[in-house]
């Protein structure tokens, strides 16, 4: 039986899980370690490549989502956020892409399925993580040549149903559009999620996570929040909100915005602080949630995690304390912004 995310959203404030790459790191794999016994004649360096250990080093994977299940997550992630064949052509190994969205969204699917069996009345759900790629639509990368473009919008519409298609194969629950700073990216994305729901007859929810880069409040092509909220607020959504970029209290002002103008679901994953001076996170599990608590005062969201430097212990802090709150109300779907 399909479970009801919809369902469970009216029920109780939704946990996300936090940073796989943070996890990650803790295992200090080496070159070999992340090019396995397929790779190990690979021409070029892999090592950095996360995605890639879906496929080398599928156990760590498993262990990491099987951690934030166990800390309270509802939903994990699948370690997918960089398997377009857009930015894996940094290494080289686009004929990938397929695989490695199908293999991390099985992964995922396996760790929710077992959760979801021990304790029936919480169910898991995989959200299938489509990152915004390393390049940008709207904006030129070259100050000589404002006119020019690394990639077109076609371009990411074919590299984003790819990845959908194969995260739907693998069994995610939901797809999730994040950590964006080009809205004409997300809007590839999701123009590609349309197509594949149409051609499939298939109605996954979609959420999506838009990152504002700095204290200005707008995200990196220049929108606000308000101004982003209503360029995509003509898909169907399950949910909106903000990831990565800043600490849970800087992220604070920018969900009050989105969340007093839809009624969608909303989501927050916001870093562990800001990173120090070595690009570190020192936001204690305890601190980060003691900023979130405004969130849950204030009624702001639907779906709280973490994003850059939480942990299983981060999760924790957040889903007790979340634990004790009402559900934000929301509706499915609405065609404009209030």
Do not use: W
């Not at 390049?135 to 006119?147: E, H, I, L, Y």
């Not at 103008?261 to 936001?283: C, Q």
């Amino acid at each position: 039986m399909k479970k009801d995310i919809y369902k469970a959203l009216q029920n109780r404030i939704l946990i996300l899980d936090g940073a796989m790459g943070t996890m990650l790191q803790r295992y200090n794999f080496s070159e070999e370690d992340f090019r396995g016994h397929r790779f190990k004649d690979f021409h070029k360096s892999v090592k950095g490549n996360n995605d890639l250990l879906s496929l080398t080093q599928p156990q760590a994977i498993a262990e990491v989502h099987s951690k934030y299940f166990e800390a309270g997550a509802d939903i994990v992630e699948t370690n997918t956020f960089s398997s377009t064949t857009v930015a894996m052509a940094d290494y080289e190994m686009e004929d990938l892409v397929y695989e490695l969205n199908f293999e991390s969204a099985e992964i995922a699917k396996k760790a929710a399925d077992k959760f979801t069996e021990l304790e029936p009345h919480k169910p898991r759900f995989v959200a299938g993580a489509m990152g915004p790629t390393n390049k940008t639509a709207s904006m030129s990368p070259d100050v000589n040549d404002p006119g020019f473009r690394a990639i077109s919008f076609e371009q990411l519409r074919i590299a984003y149903k790819l990845q959908a298609e194969a995260l739907l194969d693998g069994g995610v629950d939901l797809l999730l559009v994040e950590t964006i700073f080009d809205t004409l990216n997300a809007k590839a994305a999701l123009f590609a999620i349309e197509e594949v729901k149409e051609e499939r007859n298939c109605d996954v929810p979609v959420m999506v996570s838009g990152t504002i880069t700095d204290a200005s409040g707008r995200t990196l092509s220049g929108q606000t929040a308000e101004a982003f909220l209503i360029s995509i607020s003509h898909i169907p959504l399950l949910s909106v909100g903000f990831n990565c970029a800043l600490g849970a209290k800087q992220l604070t002002p920018h969900l009050e915005v989105v969340s007093n103008r839809t009624k969608l679901a909303v989501s927050a994953y916001p870093n562990a602080g800001l990173p120090n001076a070595f690009g570190e996170y020192d936001e204690s599990p305890e601190n980060m949630a003691d900023q979130i608590k405004e969130y849950l005062d204030k009624k702001l969201i639907n779906i709280i995690g973490g994003c850059c430097g939480t942990t299983p212990a981060h999760i924790k802090a957040i889903a007790d304390l979340a634990s004790q709150y009402d559900p934000r109300p929301f509706v499915k779907f609405e065609i404009s912004v209030v």
